[in-house]
Nanobody, 123 residues
């Protein structure tokens, strides 16, 4: 079992940047692929970025490509989501999640979740 705690959310103006962090504890962090999901009011939770256990493979949703960057530091048991050029439509609760599965782009493989952090982008 792995426990996940997100931080770094907040209020930012459109065009601004935020960096989310997800600290993991419990079983070996380096054995998990990690994903960032988001859920806006009235919408389903969606995968926006993912990274394999080694960091060698990444996935981005089309809506965030070129603006968001996912990275991880296995020595620090932390995964990051750098969000640049933020838009009001990026407003959502952002969740960190983990999977032991090889496939990182399949949302249904993720079975360990953090509590979420709110990101609000004002226009």
């Amino acid at each position: 079992q792995v426990q996940l705690v997100e931080s770094g959310g907040g209020l930012v103006q459109a065009g601004g940047s935020l960096r989310l962090s997800c600290a993991a504890s419990g079983r070996a962090f380096s054995g998990y692929s990690m994903g960032w999901f988001r859920q806006a009011p009235g919408k389903e939770r969606a995968l926006v970025a993912a990274i394999s256990w080694s960091g060698g493979r990444t996935y981005y949703a089309d809506s965030v490509k070129g603006r968001f960057t996912i990275s991880r530091d296995n020595a620090e048991n932390t995964v990051y989501l750098q969000m640049n050029s933020l838009k009001p439509e990026d407003t959502a609760v952002y969740y960190c999640a983990a999977t032991a599965n090889y496939e990182i782009a399949g949302a249904h493989y993720y079975n360990h979740w953090g509590q979420g952090t709110q990101v609000t982008v004002s226009s």
